[in-house]
Each structure stands twice: as structure tokens, then as C-alpha cells.
């Protein structure tokens, strides 16, 4: 029997699952993109290696994976032979799971041809640094006691501080390190400071990539943060990564007090702080990665902690920094959401399917059951914003009415929305997804930017822009929720469930709040 779409993209998941198994961190996947299911980026941890497996709805029935490499070790003669000796296994294997058959394929290649990729600098020997920095620091300390050394009244030189380049060959190549637990944050060129997972980009020379990889040039780096700890800045000359700086503090030192303070603070009961998104599946109060910590680890932050985010903004061709007071290393608050622009759901065919959904999720998660979206809310965010007041949501509104006709003009463009499949955002918020297009990418991207451009405040989210159809969303605060292994049991029957599609037939402006379980709408936008 031939192997049904549905069924192939089951079996590309199960693989996907078992590849990220047996290199945990190391996998990245990017879905839908075009006529490509999935791409997989394997980037070996000890080794200056990139795999990308590109899948398309066929693999691996009647098509092989299309095999590329990324290296910066490699020479190109290198690279041209061990990525034909990948695709040509990849060929002969038609018909079978071949990923991580081709990892191992790669790593016989170079231990055959006797070429050493691993990463040039001894972490082990850097730690040792550290540990003598340390000991020379104390014996500095021994001398300044003395007043008779410090006759010397010549200003000191500033050490050499360590590259950018180096922080991100320290992240990637120390094996105690957590790729996922560090974020950059760089300068775009419109929207000022952004701070991204450190694993949601390649890092390697941008002239090798594809348009669907995510890169950037390493003099934009500002600073780099392990979790919410600010160890590398540029701009204030922060090293505790290496401690190249003076500080005597390393990222080992860092990992360690940070460890301890998250301790403390569990054993602290005052201050709990509550996220709270109003509704729409956001969190812009506070960085996110910590948010995911809350719920992952029940952290309870001081109120204390909290401090008013630096926001960079361009002007010509300089930079003028507003809302200066910051606390590096502590959490940033922005300002919260309390409206959003919306798309709904008006497709009868999307809006039974997912009613049949949250029908059986209510009987396999019946803890879940009273936390289901009622069908009067189904829509798929585009943006959020924060209105303060009646004058600010007036003016929203005007500029909205502006935009109509190149708003009517893009979203003819846009084909309708395809959504399948069921994914979830930890243990608390389960959703159908959306296949996005690049039309209705550009679409979202052209209203927001204006909206911004016009005295618009858009919450940015760190994360890339994610849209869904919530079909089960449970308080900040609920404590029965089901394990993260509970959930993916129950939604996995629908990984591939087609809803139908969704036309681009109106944007709708709402306040998050609710009357009689329908959001309260400001304005409407039909095309």
C-alpha cells in the first residue's frame, strides 16, 4: 500500500523525534517552507559541522533528502566531496529514514580522511586560566595592601576584551554549556535592540546561507545573556564569560551563583510574580525565557527584580536610547498587551473541526475541560499593542482606516490559510496550527511595521511570530495541569488533523477583555 501524505509526515516526525534523542540540542527544524515539509539542521556540538536535511512530502517513500554541509574548517574541494558522498547515500537508501544513518556517514568521513573539525580552543585549558586569573588576583590584592606599591600613579590599560566571536565559539564548543540557555541581543537596522535564542541562528559566514536561515553580522551583537544574566556586553565592556574584562567572573562562576539564586528563590515565598497575557497567548510583561522558567520550575522573582527595559530607537543614522534606567542582568518589563489585531475564524469546515478536537481533548485531559475556547473567540493573532488610553485607541483606529486600501490591495494577495495539526505551548495552551504562506507573512509584517510607524506601541515578542488557533487555553496559575509527556500522548492522533483553510476576509482590533465570551471590538477592517 502507497504511503499516504499524512503517513509520511508521521514518519518524518517520529524520525525528527528520534534524531533529536540522540543529539539533544543540537537539531534544529523549520517547517512548511514552500514545498519543503521540514528542514533539519543537525550542528554537531564538539564539532565545526552543520548537516541540513531538506524533506520534502514524498521522503521517504519516493524521494531521498536533499543533503547539504556548512563548515568554516572545511575547504570547498572538502565540502564538495563529503556533501556528494551524503546525497549519494542518501539516493541509494530511496525509501528508507536516512538522517541519522547520514550523521554517522559524515563522522566515519572525516575520521577516515583523518580530518579533526573539533573546536581549537581546550575549554578544559581555558577553565584553568580562569583558576590562575583567580590566584593572580589574590596575590594583587596581597600587594595593593602595601602603600609603598602603589607609588605609581599611571593610568592602567584596558585589557583586551574578547570578541564576540569568541563568546560564540565558547557557547557552541564547551560541553557544559546549554545552547538554549543563552540569548543575543543585536541591532536591526529598524526595529533597534532584538534578542533572539542563541539557537535560532547559524553561525557561520552569511555569504553560505540560504534566505531560510537566520544569520547576522557579529559587530551587531550588543550583548550576550545567559538566561536573563546580562555576561557579555559590548557597549559597557561586560565579560563574564571569560573574564577578559577584569572581572574575575567566568561563565562557570555565572552558571554557578545564577543556580543558587534560583535556589534561594525557591525557598522564598513573598513576591510571587504572576504572568498574565490577557488572553491572546503572549507574554510581554517579562522576558519570556523566564517565563518559561515559572511555569517549568514554579520560580518565584522577587518584585524587587524587575526594571524598565532599554529600548533603542533609530533616527537617521544614529541611535537615541529612551527609558535609560536599567538594571543589567535582571528582568526587563515591557509594556503589557491589552489589544490585539485578529484575523477570525469564519470557515465553517475550520470551525467544526476544531470543535471536534476540543471535544475529544475534553475527555482525555478532563482537567482541561472547563478551559476549552468557546467557538465566539476562534481567530489567529496577528499582532499585539498596548492603547493606554481612549485618545491612543482613537488614533489606532484612524490609522487603521488609512491603511484600508493597501490593506485591501496586500490581502488580495494572500491565499487562504491552511490549518493542520495540533501542537501545544508547555502544559497550559494547546492550538491548531496554521500553515503560514509567504504572502500572509508579508501581509502581517506590512500591517504591523505600520502600525508601529504611525506612534503605534507593538509588543514585540522575542519569538518568532507563531500564529495558531487556540483551541484550549488554562490559567497562569492552575495547578492540575497535565505533564508535558500527558499532553503529547493526547494531541498526537491529531498531529496532521486538516481543519480546512481560512480566507483573509477581515482584520478585526480588540480589546482583550471579554463581554458574554466574545472580545470587545474597536474596529474592523473588511476586505
Not at 33 to 57: R, Y
Not at 120 to 132: A, I, M, Q
Request: proline residues 3%.
Amino acid at each position: 500500500m502507497a504511503t499516504t501524505e499524512a503517513e509520511a509526515l508521521s514518519i518524518q516526525d517520529n524520525e525528527i523525534l528520534g534524531i533529536r534523542s540522540q543529539y539533544p540540542g543540537q537539531i534544529k527544524v523549520l517547517s512548511c517552507i514552500g514545498e519543503i515539509q521540514n528542514v533539519v539542521m543537525l550542528s554537531f556540538k564538539d564539532l565545526d559541522l552543520q548537516l541540513k536535511f531538506q524533506l520534502t512530502d514524498e521522503y521517504p517513500n519516493t524521494a531521498a533528502a536533499s543533503v547539504s554541509i556548512r563548515s568554516t574548517t572545511l575547504s570547498h574541494d572538502q565540502q564538495e566531496v563529503l556533501t556528494s558522498h551524503l546525497q549519494e547515500q542518501a539516493e541509494l537508501k530511496k525509501g528508507q529514514l536516512v538522517m541519522t544513518h547520514l550523521a554517522d556517514r559524515a563522522l566515519n568521513w572525516l575520521q577516515d580522511n583523518s580530518i579533526d573539525l573539533k573546536y581549537s580552543v581546550d575549554v578544559k585549558t581555558e577553565k584553568r586560566k580562569d583558576k590562575k586569573k583567580e590566584k593572580k588576583a589574590k596575590k594583587g590584592n596581597d600587594k595593593t595592601d602595601n602603600p609603598e606599591d602603589n607609588s605609581s600613579s599611571a593610568p592602567a590599560k584596558k585589557s583586551a576584551m574578547k570578541t564576540a566571536a569568541d563568546v560564540i565559539k565558547r557557547i557552541q564548543w564547551d560541553r557544559d554549556l546549554n545552547l538554549e540557555d543563552f540569548y543575543v541581543g543585536y541591532i536591526d537596522r529598524f526595529l533597534g535592540i532584538v534578542e533572539k535564542c542563541f539557537t535560532a541562528f547559524t553561525w557561520e559566514d552569511i555569504a553560505a546561507v540560504d534566505m531560510f536561515t537566520l544569520t547576522i553580522p557579529q559587530h551587531r551583537i550588543q550583548y550576550f545573556k545567559y538566561k536573563t544574566e546580562v555576561v557579555w556586553n559590548k557597549g559597557e565592556r561586560i565579560d563574564n564569560v571569560f573574564g577578559s574584562t577584569g572581572s574575575d567572573l567566568t561563565i562557570t562562576n555565572v552558571i554557578k551563583r545564577y543556580e543558587e539564586k534560583k535556589n534561594h528563590r525557591r525557598e522564598d515565598d513573598d513576591g510571587l510574580l504572576e504572568e498574565s497575557d490577557g488572553g491572546v497567548g503572549v507574554q510581554c510583561s517579562v522576558e519570556n525565557n523566564m517565563m518559561e522558567s515559572l511555569r517549568d520550575d514554579d520560580v518565584k522573582i522577587p518584585m524587587e527584580a524587575l526594571s524598565i527595559e532599554k529600548t533603542v530607537y533609530f533616527e537617521g543614522n544614529h541611535m537615541s536610547n529612551q527609558h535609560q534606567e536599567k538594571k543589567v542582568g535582571h528582568i526587563n518589563t515591557r509594556k503589557k498587551p491589552n489589544f490585539f489585531l485578529s484575523l477570525d475564524i469564519t470557515d465553517e469546515n475550520v470551525r467544526k473541526n476544531a470543535k471536534e478536537v476540543q471535544k475529544i481533548l475534553s475527555s482525555s485531559l478532563p482537567n482541561y475541560a472547563d478551559h476549552i475556547q468557546p467557538e465566539s473567540t476562534f481567530h489567529i493573532t496577528l499582532t499585539v499593542m498596548n492603547l493606554d488610553d481612549a485618545d491612543q485607541i482613537s488614533h489606532c483606529s484612524k490609522l487603521l482606516k488609512e491603511m484600508e486600501p493597501a490593506l485591501i490591495d496586500s490581502a488580495k494577495k494572500v491565499p487562504p490559510l491552511n490549518l493542520r495539526g495540533v501542537g501545544n505551548f508547555g502544559e497550559g495552551i494547546i492550538f491548531a496550527r496554521v500553515k503560514v504562506s509567504k504572502e500572509f507573512s508579508s501581509f502581517v509584517h506590512f500591517v504591523t511595521e505600520s502600525l508601529q510607524e504611525g506612534g503605534v506601541y507593538i509588543c514585540k515578542d522575542r519569538h518568532s511570530y507563531n500564529p495558531h488557533l487556540t483551541l484550549v487555553k488554562c490559567p497562569k496559575g492552575m495547578k492540575e495541569k497535565a505533564s508535558h509527556e500527558k499532553i503529547a500522548q493526547c494531541i498526537h492522533p491529531f498531529m496532521h488533523r486538516n481543519f480546512g483553510a481560512q480566507k483573509l476576509d477581515a482584520i478585526h482590533l480588540y480589546q482583550m477583555e471579554k463581554e458574554d465570551f466574545k472580545y470587545i471590538e474597536v474596529a474592523v477592517i473588511k476586505f
